[in-house]
C-alpha cells in the first residue's frame, strides 16, 4: 500500500520494494512499476527515503541501517518494540541530519485536526477502537497495534503527564491480547478509559471528550462530529443546549502522509510526526502493556 501511493505522487521516483520474500517483493514491484529488493543494503545509495512497513521487533535494525546510510525514513508505528531502541534510533536520526517521521496516520485526518481545535480542557475521555480480525499486526499487542492511535491523540489533547494507569486485557485469537481496555489519570485531573480490541464484527471508531460546557463526540469510521455546547445559565439566563453536526470528506490519509514525508525530504523540514514527539505515547503503550501483563501476573 505505501508503494502504491509513492508510484501515484510526482514528487516521488519509487526505485523498489524490498521484502525478504521474494514473491511479496516481485508482485508489489510489478503492480507500482518498480523493482523488487530482497536485502535492504541493495537500496544503499540509490534512494533518498525509504517507508519501513515491516513487523514492529524489526523497526529498530531496519530503519537504523538506512539512517547510518543516510537515508531520510518514515517508519510504521510504533516507532519500536523499547524505549531504549526508540531512544536509539531518535538519536540517530539527530546525529546524521536525517528525518525520521513515524507513521501515526490518524494525524493526517481532517476530523482529528477540527477535533483538537474544539477541546481546550477536557475533564474526561472516552475512546472505542474495535475492528474485525485482520491476521496482521498481530506480532505485537492490540496496545500497540491499535490502541495507540488513540493514546497518541489523548496525550496531544490532555497535555500532561500521566500520574496512574490500570489496564485489564486478554489474548483471544493471537499469543499477545486482542482486547484490552485502560483507565489513565492524568496530573491535571483528567481521566481517559480507552478500549480497543481487533476481535469484533463490527467496526467502531469513537471518540467523546466532555469539557466545561461542550460535549464532543468524534466518529472517525462514519467521518462526523457531533458537538453540544451550553450557553447561558448564568445571571439569570435560561440554559440552553444546541447540537452541532459536522461531516468531513473521506481522505486518503496514506496518500497524505506520503506527501507530506515527501515534503519534508525535499525541504529539510520537521515532519508533523516526529520520533522525539511521539516518544511520550510509546511509553505509555508499553506502561500500560506493562500494567496489563500484571494484571495476568495477579490473576494467576
Known amino acids: 500500500m505505501h508503494a502504491q501511493k509513492y508510484a501515484a505522487l510526482d514528487a516521488a521516483d519509487l526505485v523498489g520494494v524490498c521484502d525478504i520474500d521474494r ?36 523497526h529498530f535494525e531496519v530503519a537504523s541501517a538506512f539512517l547510518e546510510n543516510g537515508v531520510d525514513v518514515l517508519i510504521e508505528k510504533p516507532i519500536c518494540s523499547t524505549l531504549e531502541e ?25 476530523i482529528m485536526e477540527a477535533l483538537n481545535e474544539e477541546v481546550t480542557k477536557p475533564g474526561y475521555i472516552e475512546s472505542h477502537r474495535i475492528s474485525q480480525y485482520r491476521g496482521r499486526g498481530t506480532d505485537t499487542t492490540v496496545i500497540l497495534d491499535m490502541m495507540i492511535h488513540d493514546i497518541d491523540h489523548i496525550l496531544h489533547m490532555v497535555g500532561a503527564p500521566i500520574e496512574q494507569v490500570d489496564a485489564v486485557g486478554v489474548p483471544v485469537i493471537s499469543p499477545a491480547e486482542d482486547i484490552a481496555n485502560a483507565r489513565l489519570r492524568f496530573a491535571n485531573g483528567c481521566v481517559a478509559t480507552v478500549t480497543a480490541s481487533r476481535v469484533s464484527w463490527k467496526i467502531q471508531r469513537t471518540m467523546r471528550i466532555f469539557q466545561r460546557n461542550a460535549y464532543i463526540v468524534a466518529d472517525m469510521a462514519e467521518n462526523k462530529m457531533i458537538i453540544t455546547r451550553r450557553t447561558g445559565g448564568e445571571d439569570g439566563e435560561p440554559l440552553t443546549l444546541g447540537a452541532e453536526q459536522r461531516e468531513f470528506e473521506q481522505v486518503d490519509l496514506l496518500l497524505r502522509q506520503a506527501d507530506s514525508f515527501l515534503n519534508c525530504v525535499a525541504t529539510r523540514s ?31
Open 23 to 58: 514473491k511479496a517483493a516481485t508482485a508489489s514491484a510489478e503492480k507500482t512499476g518498480s523493482t523488487p529488493y530482497t536485502d535492504i543494503s541493495e537500496l544503499f545509495g540509490k534512494v533518498d527515503a525509504v517507508t519501513v512497513a515491516v513487523p514492529t521487533s524489526d
Open 86 to 110: 526508540a531512544d536509539a534510533l531518535i538519536a540517530l536520526a539527530a546525529k546524521k541530519g536525517r528525518i525520521l517521521q513515524v507513521g501515526h496516520l490518524e494525524r493526517f485526518s481532517p
Open 270 to 300: 520537521q515532519p508533523l510526526v516526529t520520533g522525539a514527539g511521539v516518544r511520550p505515547v510509546l511509553e505509555a503503550a508499553l506502561t500500560i502493556t506493562e500494567q496489563l501483563r500484571e494484571w495476568h501476573r495477579r490473576a494467576i
